[in-house]
């Protein structure tokens, strides 16, 4: 109870914690700290490549032992639809990404099958490999075999569970709404524990990471699923270019997000400079900032606070000194006892 409510300016001895004690920089961010911990190269890391790859190897092997009636020409016209979802996803600082690729996913389990939808993924190898970054070939193989194993496992229960395709005929689509349900949940539950393996730092829980990261991004799934059917149903209807009608508007409301979170990175880089500015050369003061921007990281982490209330909670820590611009430099680090007279100027703070 008392870390809650302890002054930090008359807490000593985290004062002396702090002042110079952390090297933090903005962008690592409770949000983005979470990647910098769980870089690829570890012993969880390695296990979770090793088993998805082999899962996708496995899956591929029996979807293409089983498979019949496959629209490869669908497949070839949505795997071009993925790679431009997966080339205009919206970069998450945890180190995940956000993409319209349920959307064709979808679509590809509705008119082609099990083995089609797996493959699609496969189309968006050029974006793995053009965002590899330290990660190289190790990342590629994990995006896209996790991506392969959440969609081919996808489209084999829909498959299984509607029993046919969605053909011409669609006067009894709500047959396919139970198939789609449970197909979506599959690839919700698949793609981000797969995430979560990558993603959890490792003095994490899982569970935890999962269930206060990822599971709330479960109704944006169900958006992109219900999306994806009502796009099939174009598909069979009006063809190729009906789909793109309708998937480039949404295109370009990811493009948008994607923009405005790249701002929020140079709002946040502008912060942390205007803070290093503030505190530059003081004694007591420099780094300050950044540490208790540190601690009311851990603490709001510890009562789970989400994404987005953690972000504003470190530019309110970064930012509560602000008010030193208004101040003699020379009064901020006054050795001694400040007079009455200079305690009030420093009250303007």
């Known amino acids: 109870t008392e870390i809650y409510t302890l002054s930090l300016h008359d807490a000593l001895p985290i004062w002396g914690a702090m002042v110079k004690g952390s090297r933090l920089e903005l962008d ?4 983005e700290g979470e990647a910098k911990r769980s870089l690829l190269g570890r012993g969880r890391i390695d ?21 019949k009636n496959e629209n490869w020409w669908a497949v070839f016209l949505i795997g071009l639809l993925f790679f431009a979802s ?18 064709p996913l979808v679509i590809a389990m509705m008119v082609s099958g099990p083995l089609g939808t797996a493959v699609i993924p496969l189309f968006a190898i050029p974006v793995f490999f053009m965002e590899m970054g330290d990660q190289a070939i190790r990342r590629i ?47 919700f539950v698949l793609n981000t524990v797969f995430t979560a393996l990558v993603l959890t730092p490792e003095d ?13 991004r479960l109704p944006g799934y169900v958006l992109y699923s219900g999306i994806g059917f009502l796009a099939a149903i174009v598909y069979v209807r009006l063809e190729f270019p009906g789909v793109v009608l309708l998937f480039v508007p949404l295109l370009g409301i990811r493009v948008v997000y994607t923009r405005y979170a790249k701002m929020r990175d140079v709002c946040d880089d502008t912060t942390l400079s205007i803070m ?20 009311v990281e851990a603490i709001a982490e510890e009562m789970n606070f989400q994404e987005e209330d953690l972000h504003c ?31 009030e100027e420093i009250k303007k703070h």
């Open 28 to 31: 690592e961010s409770i949000l």
């Open 47 to 67: 296990n979770a490549i090793a088993v998805v790859a082999v899962l996708a190897l496995v899956l591929i092997v029996l979807l293409a032992i089983t498979a």
């Open 86 to 103: 997966e080339f205009f996803a919206l970069p998450m600082k945890s180190g995940g990404r956000l993409s319209l690729a349920l959307l």
């Open 141 to 187: 193989v994990y995006n896209a075999c996790q991506f392969l194993v959440a969609a081919g496992a996808a489209g084999w229960v829909f498959r299984h569970t509607g029993r046919k395709l969605l053909m011409p005929d669609i006067s009894n689509g709500g047959k396919f709404i139970l198939p789609l349900i449970l197909a979506t949940l599959v690839f």
């Open 204 to 216: 994490d829980r899982l569970l935890r990471f999962w269930r206060l990261r990822l599971l709330p």
């Open 276 to 295: 290093e500015a503030v505190e530059a050369g003081g004694m007591f003061s420099e780094g300050h900032s950044l540490g208790v921007a540190d601690m």
């Open 313 to 343: 909670l470190r530019q309110a820590a970064l930012l509560h000194d602000i008010g030193k611009l208004a101040l003699d430099p020379g009064l901020i680090d006054k050795p001694g006892v400040l007079s009455p007279e200079e305690f």
